[in-house]
């Protein structure tokens, strides 16, 4: 643990240290509103497995078949629906992304889960399903085999192997889009940008960032996330080219002085604002080893068996000491206890006033700090109020 301590604040020196000459695009921290991906949904049904279907004992599968059948021109009386055997066929919910801008004819990504009781997708083909957005409006229609990337076998006897997550898989280009979403941009007059992460800094770094490359007062913060630009007249023909070139600006986001912990993994995300006032650190370890075997004593040979129930004495001059020997010939196991404590602890070290992240860490690595005792020390720095950050625990 130690030696992942110090592996894990190189990396933190390396990642908050690096020189970086430029900052981050327009397009990486924010987006234009009304520009927008959509989620697409639908049920349907893959055919083809190779005896990993529902099986009859899901129901819903056995009427989406029979419907479709029905549909088909096939005829199945409603006194055998009962006897229709689907160990080849799976229900599953099918899932894709409408990006934005997307036209008729072109293909998108989907996501085919099982939702009954397959134990594996692969091989099999997805029926033609419609996928529908939140309007309850067909956008894309999917069809085509299911790549998986894993497998599932299993013996009569019940054991198997599994590789990966055989019940879900991917149609890659498997949905074609029906239906737009319509998006104007030509003849706005004003654009919304909307910032990933809110913060009134950020938002007035990005306005003058804007109004310096347009050449005037054309943005207005309207809160930490949100920023109004006027389009120029000239630019109100090519609002696409105009976007495009205010994305391509770069700005320096400012962030909170904030520490996530993770208790669960072990993990320490320290922000580069932090500050640490002047406290003394003391941390040590109370470590309780029990260690637990078993002494055998064996009797004399040819001793003769001993009367049920003798208990055992101790055991002739010569033996060790605590062995004990019933007579007559009985072998006896008897459990022997060994218990040690031992107490790591640091000598009471000051931790001075940081001015900057590389000494907070390096005086934290000076007491021999591990990532696990890291999340101890900052939660008690943060309890006495010498951390001016944000203690944030996941």
């Known amino acids: ?43 349907g049904l893959v055919v083809g497995l190779n005896g990993t279907g529902d099986g009859t004992n899901t129901e819903f599968t056995v009427r989406s078949i029979v419907n479709m059948l029905e549909r088909m021109g096939i005829h199945i ?32 990504d989907v996501v085919v889960s099982s939702i009954g009781e397959s134990k594996s997708l692969q091989g099999g083909t997805l029926l033609l399903t419609p996928l529908k957005g939140a309007d309850q409006h067909v956008y894309a229609l999917a069809q085509g085999p299911i790549v998986v990337g894993g497998f599932a076998v299993s013996g009569a006897s019940g054991t198997g192997v599994t590789k990966n997550h055989p019940t879900v898989g ?52 309207v809160d930490s996330g949100t920023l ?7 630019n109100q023909s090519n609002v696409a080219e105009w976007m495009a070139s ?78 004990l020997v019933v007579p007559g010939g009985a072998t006896v196991v008897t459990p022997e206890s060994s218990v040690s404590v031992k107490e790591e602890g640091q000598a009471l070290m000051i ?9 907070v860490i390096k005086a934290l690595n000076a007491i021999g700090a591990t990532p696990r005792d890291l999340i101890s020390i900052l939660q ?9 950050a944000d203690l944030e625990i996941i």
């Open 77 to 108: 009386d409603r006194d055998r629906i009962g006897q229709v055997k689907l160990k080849n066929v799976a229900a599953v919910m099918v899932t894709a992304t409408l990006p934005p801008f997307s036209r008729t004819g072109s293909r998108i």
């Open 351 to 359: 931790v001075p006033s940081g001015v900057s992240l590389g000494e």
């Open 228 to 234: 109004t630009i006027a389009i120029p007249e000239s």
């Open 170 to 221: 991917v149609i890659t280009k498997g949905a074609l889009i029906e239906r737009e979403v319509p998006v104007q941009l030509d003849g706005r007059r004003e654009a919304t940008l909307c910032l990933f992460n809110p913060d009134f800094s950020t938002a007035e770094k990005v306005k003058e960032e804007i109004n310096r490359s347009m050449g005037g007062s054309y943005a207005k913060c």
């Open 1 to 43: 643990m130690k030696r992942l301590g110090k592996y894990l604040v190189v990396i933190l020196w390396i990642c908050f240290f690096a020189s970086s000459a430029e900052g981050a695009r327009l397009k990486d921290i924010s987006v234009f509103k009304g520009i927008r991906s959509n989620q697409l949904l639908g049920y």
């Open 246 to 323: 205010l994305e391509k600006l770069e700005v320096t986001p400012d962030t909170v002085a904030k520490i996530i912990l993770n208790e669960r993994t072990g993990t320490v995300v320290i922000g580069e604002h932090v500050r640490i006032s002047t406290v003394a650190v003391a941390h040590g370890n109370l470590s309780i080893q029990i260690k637990e075997r078993s002494v055998v004593s064996q009797p004399l040979p040819f001793a003769p068996a001993a009367p049920e129930g003798t208990p055992p004495t101790t055991g002739p001059p010569g033996t060790s000491p605590g062995t």
């Open 380 to 388: 008690s720095i943060k309890a006495a109020g010498a951390l001016q």
